[in-house]
């Protein structure tokens, strides 16, 4: 079963990633093939369930994008649950300590890595049969969300946990700890110089940071600081952000019409 995403971070480019809100497979079909690397399932604030989810993956499975899942806690149940159904990727929210990130590692990875249960009802379809467990703890990608200042303070020991893949930063999260609004594309620099260190020691662990972005422009900057994966606000986002600025245009161009 190989993953796309961990091939692009061989390769030493970047991962551009999709997010999905919106419980329907017609949409995830669409967004797959709008040439991201990556697609991930919001099960924590999108209005996406597991069965919702399954249909996304169903949807996207002919497209060459690599299906992830933002679950809405950091507990066994749910994490094993997507991982049967076909994520590929795991990112996890509010991770504040190292031993929350052993967790998440824990309940991800098959024995003797982990205590995950057997049973890839949708995942054993990546390989032959059985050869899934094989290489299903090596291939799986795990994203600990760091957004809260807890976390800052801890960056260090989260990131020495065996098993995890690199850290995701939630901006809004991360800025509202501090005290600051929530939002996504951060200017403050006592939030870019937490960027700044995080991409340090991710650098210096070989691990892989990414970060949510409200569009192209504040996702090519995180890039350029040293980000390896990068989320295009979601499909929501993208849909309603179009639509606006195509209403406006044809009042504006109408001469008053409309």
């Known amino acids: 079963m190989a ?26 079909e669409m967004i797959a093939q709008c040439g991201f ?49 076909g994520a590929y990727g795991v990112i996890c929210p509010m991770v504040n300590t190292a031993q929350e990130a052993k967790n998440l590692v824990s309940y991800s990875k098959y024995p003797p890595q982990g205590v995950r249960s057997n049973g890839p009802i949708r995942a054993g379809m990546y390989g032959t049969a059985g050869s899934y467990q094989k290489t299903a703890n090596a291939d799986t990608i795990l994203l600990p969300m760091m957004e809260t200042r807890t976390a800052v303070e801890n960056m260090e020991a989260i990131l020495d946990v065996e098993g995890i893949d690199g850290v995701y ?27 700044d260190k995080i991409i340090k020691e991710c650098a210096k662990r ?18 350029n600081m040293g980000f390896k994966l990068v989320t295009l606000s979601n499909e929501v986002g993208l849909m309603t952000t179009y639509a606006k600025m195509q209403v406006n245009a044809t009042r504006k161009d109408s001469a008053g019409k409309a």
């Not at 209005?47 to 989810?53: A, E, F, N, T």
């Open 169 to 195: 930063i939630g901006p809004s999260d991360l800025g509202f700890s501090y005290g600051l609004e929530p939002k996504l594309d951060r200017s403050e620099p006592e939030i870019l110089a937490i960027y």
């Open 206 to 223: 070989g691990l892989n940071p990414g970060i949510h972005c409200s569009g192209a422009e504040g996702a090519a900057r995180a890039i």
């Open 3 to 28: 993953n796309k995403v961990k091939e692009i971070w061989k390769s030493g480019k970047a991962v551009v990633n999709a997010w999905l809100a919106i419980p329907s497979g017609f949409s995830a």
């Open 37 to 85: 690397d990556s697609v991930t399932v919001d099960m924590q604030h999108g209005v996406q369930d597991y069965l919702s989810m399954v249909q996304c993956f169903q949807a996207m499975d002919k497209h060459p994008v690599t299906p992830m899942v933002r679950v809405p806690w950091n507990e066994p149940g749910i994490i094993g649950k997507v991982l049967d159904g």
